[in-house]
């Protein structure tokens, strides 16, 4: 409560300019409301003195990596974006992984949304639904780049030398363009990145 505190009050008189009493009033005010509301979700319940500052260290080691990814994937998609010869592929896919609930999964997640040409859609238990723009962006999903990183930041260096997901198998792409059917018999994705429940199959006299 207290470092989610005293990081949101730092922001917000950042942002104010330290300009006098109303924005030291407010920037408390703010800062109480966001670490009621927050601090439960935004940190561990009971972290470890030892654990940690590795932890904060190696997220540090992870900015740049993660930096690098953003300028990559910027570069691909403005390329697919002002080459006409090049088509943009967009898919909703479902990837599971595995770097633990909470924390991790967020971090994840926003990670790849953070790089352009990947969305993460959902993320329901260890299943994120993500919708990628092109196919250099979902085949760098599917090699699972990002969440061996994530692993590496939260659980140490042994936990990142884990297999990708298209290894293991966990990737399914739900939106296929091209395919008027299903190809596994799960239901069809819809362009609004939702999925049709409906389960009415259409009569032979109707088609």
């Not at 900015?63 to 090049?86: G, H, Q």
Request: aromatic fraction near 10%.
């Amino acid at each position: 409560f207290l470092a989610l505190f005293g990081t949101s009050m730092l922001f917000y008189q950042v942002l104010g300019g330290f300009s006098g009493l109303f924005d030291l009033v407010t920037g408390v005010a703010t800062a109480l409301i966001v670490a009621t509301t927050l601090s439960s979700v935004s940190f561990y319940r009971d972290p470890t003195l030892r654990e940690s500052p590795k932890r904060v260290l190696r997220g540090v080691i992870y900015v740049p990596y993660l930096l690098y990814e953003i300028v990559v994937s910027n570069l691909v998609v403005a390329r697919v974006i002002l080459d006409p010869r090049l088509d943009i592929d967009p898919r909703l896919t479902k990837v599971r992984v595995f770097v633990g609930s909470g924390f991790p999964l967020t971090t994840l997640a926003n990670s790849i949304t953070l790089t352009p040409g990947t969305l993460t859609v959902k993320a329901d238990d260890q299943e994120l639904y993500v919708h990628s723009l092109v196919p250099f962006a979902r085949e760098g999903l599917f090699d699972g780049a990002l969440e061996r990183w994530v692993r590496f930041v939260f659980y140490g260096r042994e936990a990142a030398r884990f297999p990708s997901p298209r290894d293991r198998g966990d990737t399914e792409v739900l939106q296929d363009p091209g395919a008027d059917e299903p190809a596994n018999g799960e239901p069809e994705a819809v362009a609004d990145g939702g999925v049709d429940c409906s389960g009415d199959d259409t009569q032979e006299g109707e088609r």
